[in-house]
Structure formats: C-alpha cells, structure tokens
C-alpha cells in the first residue's frame, strides 16, 4: 500500500478568550479565530474507513478550545501549548501549523486582527 501524506484542516474555530499583556484584555477578553492544520499519514483510514484509523477532528477541536480557555500573555504560548497537547495526544500527526487570530487587538489603530503562525514537525 502507498503511503496516503495528507493534511486535515480546521478553519476558523471561533473562540472568546483572555489571552494579552494590558490588564484589561485579561478582564474583558476577546474574540479569536483559529486555523490548525494538521499532517499525517493515512494510508490505513483511506481504504479502512475506520474513525481510529485516522485524525479525530472533535480531538483537535477540543484541545483548541481547552487551551484558548487558559489565559497567557503571549500567542505564541497558546500556540506552542496547541501543538504540544495534539502532538501527545494524536499518535497520526507528524507536523502541524496552528494560527492563532486576535480580532480588533487594542494596538492603536484600525487592524483587523493580528495572527501568530506556529509551524512544527515531529524529527525523524
């Protein structure tokens, strides 16, 4: 059988959460979307038609939403956080790439959102 590389995307997860450095953004909170991109081989799902033969997409969803819901400063440690829970939890995966968006950030001007894109593979 000829190995299957695909990628499983979750697009525009809507989260409200705490996340930033000002005082108030851990107060009042604010909207997220995030992207996660996951790959993996699935040779086997391909012709199995097997849920535990591939990536479970309601895993990816929930680890997202359980760690957009712990407060950090940064994006970057929300994303890192992402990817190490689905690269412990997901035997499939091999590498992912995980965005994390804030929507109107509070950074004195009109932008409509800022993103931190985390990218990371599993060695060999």
Known sequence: MATVSASIVLDEIRVY?????????????????VRLRVWADLSKSVSSD?????????????????????????????AGRISERIFRESALVDELEVEV???????????????ICLRERLKD
Do not use: Q, W
């Open 17 to 33: 959460a705490y996340h930033g450095c000002l005082a108030e953004e851990t107060k009042i909170g604010s909207d997220y979307r």
């Open 50 to 78: 097997e849920l535990s033969d591939t990536v479970d997409y309601v895993l990816l969803n929930r680890i997202v939403k359980e760690e957009m819901a712990i407060p950090s400063k940064l994006l970057e440690h929300v």
């Open 101 to 115: 968006s804030k929507i109107n950030p509070p950074i004195g001007g009109d932008v409509s959102s800022v993103m």
